[in-house]
């Protein structure tokens, strides 16, 4: 699917913000549900794991000037990608997923909550296998996780920070 000729795809300023905590705010329900606990969500704001989002090459997807979804990456991991609801199934998360994917190596890899079926639909139909299911864990809530991965032979969570292993958190 090429991406939607009214979309920008840039890099996101500090002004952006506050439209990153609402579109964030607004999507990570859907995310969270059939995974984890409802309880599980917090307003990225208040959020400690939103202490992240300051490692990571930040994008903003916007239309009409308005700021969309976002994602982030640490590479070798996408780290965040959501889209607001209202433009939900319109191209702007592969967008953004595709824009992210071109600044990363092979190696690239990402977590999802494992009953994400929209997300684990657009990971896979981009090129990236399910290299693990787990147990995840989020806001102390646990819950079926994925670590998804381009090519798992490269074992890019290996490359992340000092850890071997997955991050705490479930998925994002």
Same mark, same amino acid.
């Given at each position: 699917? /090429?991406?939607? $000729?009214?979309?920008?795809?840039?890099?996101?300023? *500090?002004? =952006?913000? /506050?439209?990153?905590?609402?579109?964030? +705010?607004?999507? %990570?329900? =859907?995310?969270?549900?059939? $995974? &984890? +606990?409802? #309880?599980?969500?917090?307003?990225?704001?208040?959020?400690?794991?939103?202490?992240?989002?300051? +490692?990571?090459?930040? &994008?903003?997807?916007?239309?009409?000037?308005?700021?969309?979804? &976002?994602?982030?990456?640490?590479?070798?991991?996408?780290?965040?990608? !959501?889209? =607001? /609801?209202?433009?939900?199934?319109?191209?702007?998360? #592969?967008?953004?997923?595709?824009?992210?994917?071109?600044?990363?190596?092979?190696?690239?890899?990402? @977590?999802?909550?494992?009953?994400?079926?929209?997300? @684990?639909?657009? !990971?896979? $139909?981009?090129?990236?296998?399910?290299?693990?299911? &787990?147990?995840? %864990?989020?806001?102390?809530?646990?819950?079926?996780?994925? %670590?998804?991965?381009?090519? *798992?032979?490269?074992?890019?969570?290996?490359? %992340?920070?000092? $850890?071997?292993?997955? *991050?705490?958190?479930?998925?994002?």
């Amino acid at each position: 699917m /090429p991406q939607p $000729s009214d979309l920008r795809i840039r890099a996101s300023t *500090p002004d =952006d913000w /506050p439209a990153i905590c609402r579109v964030h +705010d607004l999507a %990570r329900p =859907d995310e969270l549900r059939g $995974s &984890f +606990d409802a #309880r599980a969500f917090i307003p990225l704001a208040q959020d400690p794991e939103g202490e992240t989002l300051a +490692d990571c090459d930040v &994008f903003v997807a916007e239309r009409g000037g308005e700021v969309i979804g &976002f994602a982030g990456i640490d590479a070798p991991y996408l780290d965040w990608l !959501y889209v =607001d /609801p209202a433009s939900y199934r319109r191209g702007v998360g #592969r967008a953004l997923l595709r824009h992210c994917l071109a600044r990363m190596g092979r190696d690239a890899w990402t @977590l999802a909550c494992g009953n994400n079926t929209a997300a @684990l639909t657009l !990971y896979l $139909s981009e090129g990236f296998v399910i290299e693990k299911r &787990f147990t995840g %864990r989020n806001a102390g809530y646990e819950g079926p996780s994925a %670590r998804l991965a381009l090519d *798992p032979a490269l074992r890019g969570w290996t490359k %992340r920070g000092q $850890s071997q292993a997955p *991050p705490a958190e479930g998925g994002r």
